[in-house]
């Protein structure tokens, strides 16, 4: 008989900025603040110690100084492992592939319970300084890197063109940026909580035209542990859980932009995957209540919610500046308050995208509550959305 | 022509000189399969269309059509004394997307035509794009 995999307990740091410089008398450990979320994840999952055998982590960013810091948690919280001790990687997937190392341990039957964790330290940076390395991430390192681009200046040009070939205004991609403050207004775990109004937005400088400060991601750091269980775990244990319902991944063959000219902003990747993850859950996307994407810019996030149907291709800066996409809004996006007012620490965003999705299932969202939210979607990416993994999520009372 | 070295020159191997050298002498060109005729870019000394086929160099007319662009004022560190500056995606007549740097500074609507020049620093060629009835910076 098949297994089905469930999220049954979180434990999450606030984004925001942790990390402490290196000349200062007193350091932020990432290693202490982890094993923190580990213990009280583990309390709110209501499981034991030897109940888990996956450590299913995220890589730390370069700037953490304990490395095999998977191997090394397992060896600081002495944690034996029968399932697997790992650090995935993959860009901004990175969260995802560690809560798929996790789910894939439970359904090989290696693991009862596992861990889907990490922290990612980086505010400490320079802006100028990161893109250095991200440059290099985002494209062809001899043939796009030489230009000087950054991860954001691709959502920038992926505005442009939504702009020129939809009509859409400036003002209507900016109201994402306000939306999502405003839920963030009501998430205890968010870094940005003070509302803005449009003008806000608008009036700030350019970045990446037409984007704005506000309209790119914050600088972040973060801590999330998952506890990640058998469903037969999950139902052991008496009280409300998150049943993963689906899952879909796809990857284009691209990295960055095609060489064949395509249609850059239809997010090909995400539309595979959603529509195979909608069909293995035997719904469709009118059946989704709330969705956390990955969107690390404005624009991303109306491009992706139109990529996985739930909004008409063409209409999301105008549902989003409608109030559609808001709490109460025919379908509330980034209830968290997303990358922008959430938090952006890359490596384990993903994992952020959970923790909403299960406060939301549980019904413990507090005021960000999606009225009688029973379904929720993540998604996850790579480059441009060149990647994609989707996951449909069921809160089972 | 610039006055200084590239913040972040490209390496060059011995099968991609084969297309510096082309743009030092003011050509602009790719790899195709010999048998499937796909073209790709950067060139690669593989066709990714068939991985068996021969592959064969190809001269592009360095014409297309701005796709995208961004300008761009936070930049990476070694990018500092340039900015800001634009960087566009465009597609070339033969059905390549190519990015680059985008030199006009003023109106550039999409889906303009552009050519692509060829741009030297002291160390190296580089290109980039602008609007065929725009005046270069």
């Given at each position: ?8 307990g ?61 191997t ?63 440059m ?52 205890p ?56 319902r ?27 995957a ?20 990955y ?28 109030g559609r ?49 029973e ?23 | 022509m ?19 050298h ?48 961004t ?67």
């Amino acid at each position: 008989m098949s297994k089905t995999v469930a999220i049954i307990g979180y434990a999450a740091l606030p984004c925001g900025k942790w990390q402490t410089p290196p000349e200062a008398e007193i350091a932020t450990l990432e290693h202490e603040v982890l094993a923190g979320l580990v213990i009280e994840a583990t309390a709110d999952a209501g499981i034991e110690k030897r109940d888990i055998s996956s450590l299913c982590l995220t890589l730390p960013r370069e700037y953490t100084r304990q490395k095999y810091f998977g191997t090394f948690m397992a060896s600081y919280l002495k944690l034996a492992c029968t399932g697997s001790v790992s650090e995935a990687l993959g860009n901004g997937m990175t969260g995802g592939l560690a809560f798929e190392n996790a789910c894939n341990d439970i359904l090989l039957g290696r693991s009862k319970v596992a861990l889907a964790m990490g922290i990612n330290f980086e505010s400490q940076a320079k802006a100028a300084d990161l893109m250095m390395s991200s440059m290099r991430a985002v494209g062809d390192v001899d043939f796009q890197a030489p230009f000087g681009i950054s991860p954001i200046a691709w959502g920038a040009m992926d505005a442009m063109r939504y702009m020129h070939e939809t009509g859409a205004t400036r003002e209507q991609i900016a109201s994402v940026a306000v939306k999502n403050r405003a839920h963030a207004a009501l998430n205890p775990l968010a870094q940005f909580r003070t509302p803005l109004t449009l003008a806000e937005v608008l009036n700030k400088p350019p970045i990446v035209s037409p984007l704005g400060l506000f309209e790119v991601p914050p600088r972040s750091d973060g801590a999330v542990c998952l506890v990640l269980a058998e469903e037969d775990v999950a139902r052991g244990l008496g009280k409300p859980y998150v049943r993963i319902r689906s899952r879909a991944f796809y990857h284009e063959g691209v990295h960055q932009v095609s060489d064949e000219p395509n249609d850059m902003i239809a997010l090909n990747a995400l539309e595979i995957a959603g529509s195979s993850a909608y069909e293995q859950a035997g719904i469709g996307p009118g059946d989704i209540d709330f969705g956390e994407l990955y969107a690390a810019v404005t624009i991303m996030e109306i491009l992706a919610s139109e990529a996985l149907r739930l909004i008409p291709r063409g209409q999301g800066a105008v549902w989003a500046a409608q109030g559609r996409t808001s709490l109460g809004g025919t379908i509330p996006l980034a209830t968290s308050g997303g990358l922008l007012s959430r938090g952006h620490p890359p490596y384990i965003t993903p994992l952020y995208s959970f923790v909403e999705a299960v406060d939301q299932l549980r019904g413990t969202a507090g005021a960000r509550q999606v009225a009688s939210a029973e379904l929720g979607l993540t998604a996850a990416e790579l480059g441009n959305y060149n990647a994609a993994l989707v996951h449909i999520l069921e809160g089972i009372h | 022509m610039r006055d200084y070295a590239h913040p972040y020159p490209p390496r060059i191997s011995d099968f991609t000189k084969t297309f510096w050298h082309a743009l030092d002498d003011g050509r602009f060109i790719t790899t195709r399969g010999a048998r499937s005729g796909g073209l790709t870019f950067p060139p690669k000394p593989f066709s990714p269309h068939e991985w068996g086929e021969p592959i064969e160099w190809t001269e592009l007319s360095g014409q297309g059509k701005l796709y995208s662009w961004t300008t761009m004022y936070a930049v990476p560190a070694a990018f500092q004394r340039e900015a800001p500056y634009r960087v566009c995606v465009v597609d070339l007549d033969e059905g390549i997307r190519v990015v680059t740097r985008l030199l006009s500074d003023g109106a550039a609507p999409l889906d303009s035509p552009i050519e692509l020049v060829v741009i030297r620093y002291t160390d190296c060629t580089s290109f980039a794009a602008r609007l065929l009835s725009g005046a270069e910076t």
